[in-house]
């Protein structure tokens, strides 16, 4: 299979009508190109599947080999979506994680997720991979890294930058069913350069129904179609 790159311009027009004034009397109608996402049978979390429950006696790394996700210290996530904290005792809301890793396009980004001890807490950008998570003071209690199972605290990866809400055009699952509205979804953070604070920098969505390892999603919107639509700068 061949694949042809277009054109590299940021706005397309087609056909043959003009109009004086108009595109400065160019011909052409401005069209919008596009993009279907399928996020085929979207897998249920997995609270500690990134790293099971362990004691965190001092600042440092976590044992990733726990992990229903981890393989050779490696956590990958399919369906990338964003990761989830927690901690067994109460009194752990002042210590941070840092996940490293990388996106559905396989980029690396980082990010910092601050505990809310026995509350789950959940960063904002969508991994496909982790390779690390620090924790940067002791915790009293168990530290758990996961996916999150609380449909409010999932946001699944785009794989092509979303810079507007007005650029959604429709949402379902397999069946055909309407899936969720505007606010399921978060455009991308383009603050450059991207840091460990900073939101997913191509967007995500939250499905309307729990992830269960069976429905499919179909997303369609309007992509940016510059330089940066897999997201730019992914420093830590």
């Known amino acids: 299979m061949s694949e042809h790159t277009i054109s590299h311009a940021d706005v397309f027009k087609a056909g043959a009508p ?3 004034g108009i595109n400065g009397s160019k011909r052409g109608v401005l069209i919008k190109l596009v993009h279907q996402q399928l996020i085929l049978a979207a897998p249920a979390g997995d609270v500690d599947g990134i790293a099971a429950a362990q004691a965190v006696v001092g600042a440092g790394d976590l044992d990733l080999s726990g992990g229903a996700f981890t393989t050779d210290g490696i956590a990958t996530i399919e369906a990338a979506r964003n990761v989830a904290i927690l901690s067994s005792n109460a009194g752990d809301t002042t210590q941070t994680a840092t996940v490293t890793g990388r ?10 997720i601050a505990f ?16 690390n998570v620090a924790i940067d003071a002791a915790l009293a209690g ?16 785009l794989d092509v930058q979303l810079l507007n809400l007005y650029d959604v055009l429709h949402q379902v699952d397999g069946a055909g069913a309407a899936e969720g509205t505007i606010a399921n979804w978060t455009v991308a953070d383009v603050t450059s350069p991207a840091t460990a604070t900073t939101g997913d920098t191509k967007g995500t969505f939250n499905p309307a129904t729990l992830p269960d390892g069976a429905e499919d999603l179909i997303l369609t919107y309007i992509p940016n179609l510059t330089k940066d639509a897999y997201g730019e700068n992914f420093s830590g």
């Open 18 to 20: 003009y109009a004086g």
């Open 103 to 112: 996106d559905l396009m396989g980029n690396p980004q980082v990010e910092d």
């Open 116 to 131: 809310n001890g026995t509350t789950e807490a959940v960063g904002a950008k969508a991994f496909s991979e982790v390779s």
């Open 142 to 157: 168990n530290a758990s890294v996961g996916t999150s199972v609380t449909l409010a605290n999932i946001e699944l990866g």
